[in-house]
């Protein structure tokens, strides 16, 4: 028998963490944060025996360290992308709490232990421990993503981790030819609907580019570091106009080219990377800013960073198009502009005369495709977890005959 416990990311994007014990070990899944409060998931029953962590992003991987603060010595097991680009996201997110006047509950040396005693898994090459064994498989979500198999006590456990089965510019879909799954956990972060075609969305977002630099002005492109910058970086190259790439997408980029195998065309992303002007202080910025352009840059959700250096000279030209590309969460600026209208940030609060544009280009499956995946699976039973529409989601397909349950945080079950 295993005992899963939702510590984290039950009824709730954020925070994820997942406890497998089968009386002789425990494994833990992701140890993250809420990247706006900085909430955690509850804390785990110690010892684990080890850390399984799907992919980088904060939300999945934001609160590891704190365990090696409190003098836990064990090893994370993720792909070698993952290590690398949740290092810079760790290192960024003390940056940024201390900024913030945060009281962090690591410091840089407990993100060096998780990196030393870290452990490489490659896609489809099983893990062997004393009572278990785990097989990283291609979750299509970022690069490195994984989705985990856990196979202990005659039981085979799947978690998806953050999950794309559509192929994009930049990732080959997710690995999906799972047999025999006995309990499937899976994020439902789109389980309430369907994104539109993934090619609809790249021709509408270059439509909006050439339309604006053909016009005299800037589209100004707000995108995440990991995984979306690389993916507009491949729309964006082959248009013939300047790309300019600014903020921790450029280190996002580096860090994905250094592991060929985490992106569907290392050759092209190369490419498309090499050509585009690297901007790295605002004397840069302000050149970039002379000739019509497209200008990449973080923050995707304008919680901070460079771009709002562009917002601020562009704001007041209709000939400019600012492309909000991702999921934008509660509280954000980017949220906040998308629902309101306006621009709030440091001392402004503005209408914003460019024009200000939605483009779903979402890095998570779509209601369809997962609701395929959960039946060509055929689990015997389905826990739903990191997102805000589990419960509903858990009834519908109990109406499709399935076991489902949308676990709150705290909640355990036996299997
Ligand atoms: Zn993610
Ligand atoms: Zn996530």
């Known amino acids: 028998m295993v005992d899963i416990s939702f510590l984290g990311g039950g009824r709730e994007v954020g925070r994820m963490g997942i406890l497998l014990d089968n009386s002789s070990q425990r494994f833990l899944m992701e140890y993250g944060v809420n990247v706006e409060r900085m909430d955690v998931p509850i804390h785990p029953k110690m010892p684990i025996d080890a850390l399984l962590l799907s992919h980088p992003h904060l939300d999945h991987s934001g609160h590891i360290p704190s365990l090696y603060r409190e003098g836990w010595k064990g090893r994370v097991y993720a792909t070698p992308a993952t290590f690398d680009i949740s290092n810079m996201l760790l290192k960024d997110s003390l940056k940024v709490q201390k900024i913030k006047g945060m009281q962090p509950s690591y410091g840089p040396n407990n993100i060096a232990m998780m990196d030393n005693l870290g452990m490489n898994t490659r896609f489809g090459k099983p893990k062997s421990f004393k009572t278990a064994t785990v097989t990283f498989n291609d979750a299509g979500h970022v690069p490195g993503s994984a989705s985990i198999l856990t196979e202990t006590d005659d039981k085979r456990i799947l978690f998806t981790g953050d999950i794309k089965f559509e192929e994009t510019m930049l990732m080959n879909g997710a690995y999906r030819d ?139 030209k209709p000939e400019n198009t600012m492309i909000m590309n991702g999921f934008q969460v509660d509280g954000t600026v980017g949220r906040t502009l998308l629902e309101t209208g306006r621009y709030i940030y440091e001392d402004m609060d503005v209408k914003p005369r460019m024009a200000v544009e939605f483009m779903d280009l979402s890095a998570h499956c779509g209601k369809s495709n997962l609701l395929d995946f959960i039946e060509k699976t055929n689990p015997g039973k389905v826990f739903l977890v990191h997102g805000e529409h589990t419960e509903e989601f858990a009834k519908e397909l109990e109406g499709m005959g399935f076991d489902a349950t949308a676990p709150q945080n705290g909640d355990s079950f036996t299997v």
């Open 178 to 316: 799972y047999r025999d799954i006995d309990v499937l956990i899976t994020e439902s972060t789109y389980s309430y609907k369907d994104h539109p075609p993934r090619q609809s969305i790249v021709d509408g977002i270059r439509d909006m580019i050439s339309k604006t630099i053909e016009g005299g002005g800037f589209a100004l492109l707000p995108c995440f570091a990991v995984g979306r910058t690389q993916e507009m970086l491949l729309i964006a190259s082959e248009m013939g106009y300047p790309v300019y790439i600014d903020g921790m997408g450029i280190r996002a980029t580096k860090a994905a080219l250094m592991h060929p195998e985490s992106v569907k065309d290392h050759g092209k992303l190369q490419e498309a990377f090499g050509r585009a002007k690297k901007i790295r202080n605002n004397k840069q910025r302000k050149d970039a800013l002379r000739k019509p352009s497209i200008i990449i840059t973080t923050a995707g959700m304008l919680n901070g960073g460079p771009v709002h250096f562009y917002i601020k000279r562009l704001i007041n």
